[in-house]
């Protein structure tokens, strides 16, 4: 199993531009996230999808959109990339329920908007 | 308003010796923790949670503490070993949220010979 997949590892994007960043898993779970990390701040969630079919925002959802493709794809456009878009992006994906459970992380995608 | 604080950016340990980490939170809904390990160019893994019906919770090297008056807990890593130097997150999550955790900053943990 491969787990969570992310692709690309790594971009660079110029200010204005777009891109979509894709993350896929293979655990036959439910729930989808998307976070980005920034130094001294943790991990924010972007977008989360409870279940095929369902996105809900999270903490810092503005100048994202994202689409839950199947049960297996989410993910996440960059509609026009902002310098303050630059961070850590990680998928992740865990089982559904009323008790949280732990949530499996892909690698990561380190995106730089100049 | 960051909700889960971890207030060590960074811990320094000898090898053999005990790793205390330490994460504060400020909103009495939480009632479900985890802690999770990640290294450098890697995601996150989760290494162990604890809900607020337990004041602890073991799983080999280590062990969560829960403090719920003091809105309080730790990670208790015995002994220290240098596959342990990572950074160390705590998240935190109301029963209902269905997934949605708050994070801490992390700490990095660096085990010395």
């Known amino acids: 199993n491969a787990g969570v997949t992310q692709t690309p590892k790594f971009q660079v994007l110029k200010t204005g531009q777009s891109m979509t960043l894709q993350c896929a898993q293979d655990?036959?779970?439910?729930?989808m996230y998307w976070y980005r990390q920034d130094p001294g701040m943790g991990l924010r969630l972007i977008y989360y999808?409870?279940?095929?079919?369902?996105?809900d925002k999270g903490e810092v959802p503005n100048g994202y959109n994202v689409s839950r493709l199947n049960k297996r794809e989410f993910s996440l456009r960059l509609e026009s990339a902002a310098p303050s878009q630059t961070s850590v992006y990680f998928c992740?994906?865990?089982?559904?329920?009323?008790?949280?459970?732990?949530?499996?992380f892909g690698p990561g995608t380190r995106l730089t908007v100049t | 308003d960051q909700q889960v604080k971890q207030n060590s950016p960074s811990l320094s340990v000898q090898e053999g010796r005990i790793s205390i980490l330490n994460c504060d939170y400020t909103?009495?809904?939480?009632?479900?923790f985890l802690w999770y390990k990640k290294y450098p160019a890697e995601g996150p893994t989760f290494l162990i949670s604890?809900?607020?019906?337990?004041d602890k919770n073991e799983d080999g090297r280590f062990t969560v503490f829960l403090n719920k008056s003091a809105k309080h807990l730790s990670l208790h890593i015995v002994p220290s070993q240098p596959g342990d130097s990572a950074v160390y997150f705590c998240?935190?999550?109301?029963?209902?949220?269905?997934?949605?955790?708050?994070f801490g900053a992390g700490t990095q943990v660096v085990v010395t010979p």
């Open positions: 992740a994906s865990s089982e559904w329920g009323r008790t949280p459970y732990e949530q499996y």
């Open positions: 655990m036959n779970h439910n729930s």
């Open positions: 999808s409870a279940s095929e079919g369902t996105t």
């Open positions: 909103n009495s809904m939480f009632d479900y």
């Open positions: 604890i809900s607020s019906i337990k």
């Open positions: 998240a935190a999550s109301p029963t209902d949220s269905w997934g949605k955790f708050q």
